[in-house]
């Protein structure tokens, strides 16, 4: 499961949009799902082109290989 390290960070921050904590919390799903959107979108209960646009939004991109 992904482990709300940042104090106020909650699953519900994401499906309502709200900012410092929308970022970090879609940041730990990504890093547990090795960076699959998909499955990181699916966890979170976020739909895949929403998770996609707000990825790009918050700035948020896998680390280089």
Known sequence: SVELTRPGAELSDVRRGHRPAEAAVMR???VEMG????????KLGVPRVTFHRRMKRFGLRPPPR
Request: a negative charge; charged letters at 25%; zero cysteines.
């Open 28 to 30: 730990d799903a990504l």
């Open 35 to 42: 960076w699959n959107v998909s499955e990181a979108a699916r």
